[in-house]
Nanobody, 115 residues
Framework: QVQLVESGGGLVQPGGSLRLSCAAS????????MGWYRQGPGKQRELVAG???????NYADSVKGRFTISRDNAKNTVYLRMNNLKPEDTAVYYC?????????WGQGTQVTVSS
């Protein structure tokens, strides 16, 4: 079993910053993928940023240059630094862990960008 604990969401003004954290525990495999997805009101869930245990990253075009994903493999924790936030970034952000046929979603954390 894998457990994910997310933190760091909240309300921020346009142009502001937030950092999300997701700590994984339990049966963690050294080779894995961790990332952040989001689901805005009336929208499908989409990948925001992902990073595998080897360090390769991928980002949604809409967040490139503003968001940075990083991870601490020793702590099995992935971070998402979000800068220059826009109202369209408002969504529930979900942490994801995948390895082989194992996948796990976090409970989600709300990010609201509004003045």
């Amino acid at each position: 079993q894998v457990q994910l604990v997310e933190s760091g969401g909240g309300l921020v003004q346009p142009g502001g910053s937030l950092r999300l954290s997701c700590a994984a525990s339990g049966s963690i495999f050294s080779s894995n993928f961790m990332g952040w997805y989001r689901q805005g009101p009336g929208k499908q869930r989409e990948l925001v940023a992902g990073m595998n245990s080897g360090g390769s990253t991928n980002y949604a075009d809409s967040v490139k240059g503003r968001f940075t994903i990083s991870r601490d493999n020793a702590k099995n924790t992935v971070y998402l630094r979000m800068n220059n936030l826009k109202p369209e970034d408002t969504a529930v952000y979900y942490c994801y862990y995948g390895s082989g046929n194992i996948s796990k979603w976090g409970q989600g954390t709300q990010v609201t960008v509004s003045s």
